[in-house]
């Protein structure tokens, strides 16, 4: 069997943590899935359809029918997508099922970078790379309230920062996959580090993991 190279990135809203995805799948020429869209794409059919979050078999069905290959990132990237997507990540069943296709994803070669919550402790549990990337509470609020002010929008930091903390809370608290570190993740705190440290950080961290493959 042809081995198949994964880079699991985990951490909660706002770390960088879809950028630095980016930039290491285009490094090292892996293709790229952002998880959080695959729960966003089921909040989306369900909100579209004026359904409660609740309802676990209507979300079931629209987790069956998630295409990965036409999850549209315009669309689903809306503030309200990724509250609902946190609220319709607690159900195990419709877990499951997007975790089948993200595990799918992961074994076609040349393999991937993941990111998302639970990918280095359930989806990819033998990911080559498991990094988990992180920053404080009020680093990420403040990030997410410049990008709001770089677009002309106007945002209140201390409503941005209960959101943030709030969708924390879901992450981390729910019985299932909840946000964690894997015990053999790198952990890399992106409070005082601007993305293209964060992306020169991993990179040694990768390097020296490949050296040592091909070492071996
Ligand atoms: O990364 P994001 O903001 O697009 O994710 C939206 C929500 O989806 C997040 O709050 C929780 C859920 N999610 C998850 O439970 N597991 C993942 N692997 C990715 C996202």
């Known amino acids: 069997m042809t081995h198949v190279f994964t880079i699991a990135i985990d951490g909660p809203a706002g770390a960088g943590k879809g950028t630095l995805a980016r930039r290491l799948a285009d490094h ?31 979300a079931e069905t629209a987790a069956r029918q998630v295409d990965l290959a036409k999850l549209d990132r315009a669309v689903l990237s809306a503030h309200a997508v990724g509250e609902a997507a946190s609220k319709v990540a607690v159900f195990p069943t419709v877990r499951r099922i997007l975790v089948e296709k993200q595990r799918d994803f992961a074994r076609t070669p040349p393999g991937a970078v993941l990111d998302g919550r639970d990918i280095g402790t359930v989806v990819c549990p033998d990911a080559d790379i498991k990094l988990y990337v992180t920053a404080s509470a009020e680093v990420r609020a403040k990030r997410r309230l410049a990008e709001i002010e770089s677009i002309g929008g106007t945002a209140n930091f201390a409503e941005i920062l209960a959101d943030i903390q709030r969708r924390d809370e ?20 992106t409070s005082e580090m601007a993305i293209e440290a ?11 993991v490949l050296a040592k493959k091909n070492k071996a």
């Open 28 to 58: 090292y020429r892996l293709n790229l899935l952002d998880t959080g869209l695959t729960y966003r794409a089921v909040a989306h059919a369900l909100l579209r359809l004026g359904l409660p979050l609740d309802n676990v078999s209507a």
């Open 170 to 189: 879901r992450d981390m608290g729910r019985a299932d996959s909840p946000l964690k570190p894997a015990a053999d993740a790198h952990l890399l705190d």
């Open 198 to 208: 964060a992306f020169l950080a991993a990179m040694s961290v990768i390097d020296d």
